[in-house]
């Protein structure tokens, strides 16, 4: 039976006033297994002293620089019957008195939802001291958007909103807590609002998992407590969608909003810089004759501009 959201963490441990994560090698990342690569963070244990694999950095796919956080169905793993934990987590490594407020932003790419044969994929904010979730944020199995907190009688639960969610497209997150009450936006529109767990706590942990239905994801542009970039993303960030990718033949793009699609061109480049193909009608481009590799799509309207990671099989 499909699903149990209100879950109970696993020990862990750590907030700075101002922190961001976009997986860049700047800040540490490279394309591999996560845990490990910088400091404080880590994937799932495995049970026996070790860290799962598979959980990956990854320049595949990305809303902001060149690489995210790629949280993966795990084909050696079950079904988490009890709640997400497949995937990565941070503890920070200074507490925030949650009590005083916070924002949160990131991104989500998700590949699938499709009713019970899905994953519940969830960005959770922790007091991991203290052994339990302040919120939970879910895109769900079903295409809803969700997070868990207290009623009025403050008793635990899944808090309604107006959110769905489309696969194969960007989404961007942003959550405000002014110390009394979350709110909720979703692409810059509020879908819900409500109480956390507890108020009181600290915040110290972060964690992007799943529960291993189906499905994978992306995470990315991770930003807490950084206000005015949250504002500046929530209010501008506008992100096409290209898919499949990898593709084989045809390749489908999904213009961001703020782009003119009666102006907008499509250049596809090899990694040497050599344009190899150009498109006037971008819903569909057809890649068949590209020799197999990684290519490089500029998808522009004479204002706007975004780039995209293909690889052709």
């Not at 809803?144 to 696969?167: C, K, N, R, S």
């Not at 497209?169 to 509020?190: A, V």
């Not at 929530?234 to 969608?241: D, E, G, R």
């Amino acid at each position: 039976m499909k699903k149990v959201l209100l879950s109970l963490l696993v020990a862990g441990t750590g907030l700075l006033s101002a922190q961001t994560f976009s997986f860049e090698q700047s800040e540490g990342f490279f394309p591999g297994n996560i845990n490990g690569q910088v400091e404080n963070w880590y994937a799932t244990p495995d049970g026996a002293g070790g860290f799962i694999e598979g959980q990956l950095v990854t320049d595949e796919l990305a809303s902001d620089g060149s690489q995210s956080f790629y949280n993966p169905h795990m084909d050696v793993y079950p079904i988490q019957e009890d709640g997400p934990i497949i995937g990565a987590m941070y503890d920070f490594p200074e507490v925030i008195p949650f009590a005083s407020g916070f924002t949160l932003s990131y991104d989500f790419y998700g590949t699938e939802w499709n009713a019970q044969n899905s994953s519940d994929f969830m960005f959770g904010l922790a007091d991991i001291a203290a052994g339990f979730y302040i919120t939970q944020i879910y895109f769900s199995y079903d295409g809803t958007v969700l997070f868990t907190g207290l009623d009025e009688m403050g008793q635990g639960q899944v808090h309604p909103t107006t959110g769905t969610w489309t696969t194969n497209t960007w989404h961007n997150i942003r959550l405000e807590y002014d110390g009394l009450s979350m709110s909720l936006y979703l692409d810059n529109e509020l879908i819900s609002s409500g109480a956390p767990f507890d108020g009181g706590s600290n915040l110290d942990h972060i964690r992007l998992v799943h529960d291993n239905y189906g499905g994978d994801a992306y995470f990315d542009n991770i930003r807490i407590n950084d206000t005015a970039s949250t504002n500046d993303i929530a209010s501008t960030k506008s992100v096409s969608a290209v898919y499949p990718n990898p593709a084989k033949d045809v390749v489908n793009i999904k213009l961001a909003n703020d782009f003119n699609a009666a102006k907008t061109l499509v250049t596809v480049t090899n990694v040497s810089g050599k344009k190899v193909a150009s498109f006037d009608s971008v819903n569909k481009v057809n890649v068949a004759n590209l020799p197999a590799g990684v290519y490089i799509l500029t998808i522009t309207d004479g204002t706007k501009t975004e780039t995209k990671k293909l690889i052709k099989k």
